[in-house]
């Protein structure tokens, strides 16, 4: 993991916050982890994929709404690229090669997935991915999906900092607390900072 490579391409740098939409099964797992990142501004919970009226957790519970459960990250392009961000999401953030599930989450609402908010993004992520099936960087095939970003839909209020706000409940314990310490193990620099 220590050895785990670097994006091919990246989105350069600019002044204005950028946006990056990632899908990595259970959403308070992928947002407790890149709340603790270096140059996030902010990481909310939501949905993507799918169309508005089925963009709430019940429906999307069942599996039959077409969405995935996604977080939106704003985030410092200038101390966090696009790429890096991808890095941190394929390297910790999620197992890539599970299809339509992380772990006991099962269901196409848990799929791994890059909501691409544009051109430049989708080539990107479509390189990173050839790059780490061709290295064999996870030692089987990454099943994530590179898709077009139509509109993404904040979850609920009670989803938003769900780990930061239950740290103890088992279920983050066992989901959260391992990739918080191979985030630490492996890209300890890439960690926010105690103010």
């Not at 099964?25 to 501004?41: A, M, P, S, T």
């Not at 077409?66 to 991808?86: A, C, I, M, P, Y």
């Not at 890539?96 to 544009?118: H, I």
Request: with cysteine; net charge negative; glycine share 8%.
């Amino acid at each position: 993991m220590i050895d785990f490579p670097d994006p091919p391409l990246d989105v350069p740098a600019t002044p204005a916050e950028q946006v990056a939409v990632l899908g990595g099964g259970c959403f308070w797992c992928v947002e407790g982890l890149f709340e603790l990142v270096d140059g996030v501004r902010d990481a909310e919970s939501g949905y993507a994929g799918g169309p508005a009226e089925k963009a709430n957790y019940r429906a999307v519970c069942d599996g039959y709404s077409g969405h995935t459960e996604v977080v939106r990250v704003r985030f410092d392009s200038n101390k966090l690229t696009f790429g890096q961000l991808l890095k941190l999401f394929f390297a910790v953030g999620h197992d890539p090669t599970q299809l339509n599930r992380q772990g006991a989450d099962v269901g196409k609402q848990y799929r791994s997935a890059v909501f691409a908010t544009d051109d430049e993004q989708q080539r990107v992520a479509e390189a990173y991915i050839a790059a780490l099936n061709a290295t064999n960087a996870l030692g089987k095939p990454v099943v994530t999906k590179v898709e077009r970003l139509v509109e993404f839909f904040p979850a609920e209020d009670y989803h938003q900092d769900y780990a930061a706000n239950n740290p103890d409940q088992p279920y983050i314990a066992c989901s959260v607390g391992p990739k918080v310490k191979k985030l630490a193990q492996y890209f300890g620099e890439r960690m926010r900072r105690p103010s």
